[in-house]
């Protein structure tokens, strides 16, 4: 089954604990993706990657860092989480940056205490 | 800057026609996005306009006015399965593939 997974799908974690939500995708995508969604301001972009070691900064970038070493996976990783991430997170893929459709991951719902 | 506006909240009844619009402006344009998101799921994929015209798809339509920054979704035949948020999406034409999302649009379809 064509999908895009993600993991863990709920963390509760502390304050400067460095951790790290993956994603992978199974439809040989090249562009993929991550947003946060939080009430009353929608999705908005946090990183996203073309291809392989190409990625690039979206609309909400700091306190993240992402990786993508292998065409299917496109790891988020907090190194310092703060409270102010505590959010709904989605990673999403397409088959190419020009492609209409994004698929999204079930989501990631993390609480920084 | 960015802009995509959008009504935070509607309600419809059962059966009827719901229009829900979306209004952008952004400094360029590379095709608009409709998508539907169940409360705590994901979003689908619904629609995508880059034409100025109508586009339909089963129950739901589409409409995109690129002079007027104007796109509306039509949902016919309102089942209750159709509460969800519906979100306006734009691809800016320097973007590379990148979305702005609107604030979404919660609609309630009552019986």
């Known amino acids: 089954e064509a999908q895009v997974t993600q993991n863990p799908r709920y963390l509760i974690t502390v304050t400067g604990k460095k951790l790290t939500v993956t994603c992978s995708q199974n439809?040989?995508?090249?562009?993929m993706s991550w947003y946060r969604q939080d009430p009353g301001l929608g999705l908005r972009q946090i990183y996203y990657?073309?291809?392989?070691?190409?990625?690039d900064k979206g609309d909400v970038p700091e306190g993240y860092k992402v990786s993508r070493k292998e065409k299917r996976n496109f790891p988020l990783i907090l190194e310092s989480p703060s409270p102010n991430q505590t959010s709904l997170y989605f990673c999403?893929?397409?088959?190419?940056?020009?492609?209409?459709?994004?698929?999204f991951g079930p989501g990631t719902r993390l609480t920084v205490l | 800057g960015q802009n995509i506006d959008q009504p935070t909240e509607m309600t419809a009844t059962e059966g009827a026609i719901v229009q829900i619009n979306c209004t952008y402006q952004?400094?360029?344009?590379?095709?608009l996005f409709w998508y539907q998101q169940h409360a705590g799921e994901a979003p689908t994929f619904l629609s995508y306009n880059v034409l100025d015209g109508l586009e339909e798809k089963g129950r739901f339509s589409s409409f995109l006015s690129r002079s007027k920054g104007y796109s509306y979704l039509l949902l016919k035949e309102l089942q209750m399965k159709d509460s969800a948020s519906y979100l306006c999406a734009v691809r800016d034409r320097g973007s590379q593939g990148n979305l702005i999302f609107g604030k979404g649009t919660k609609l309630s379809v009552k019986p």
């Open positions: 990657s073309m291809n392989v070691e190409v990625t």
């Open positions: 952004t400094s360029g344009f590379n095709g």
């Open positions: 999403a893929s397409s088959r190419d940056p020009s492609y209409n459709e994004q698929f």
């Open positions: 439809m040989n995508h090249e562009y």
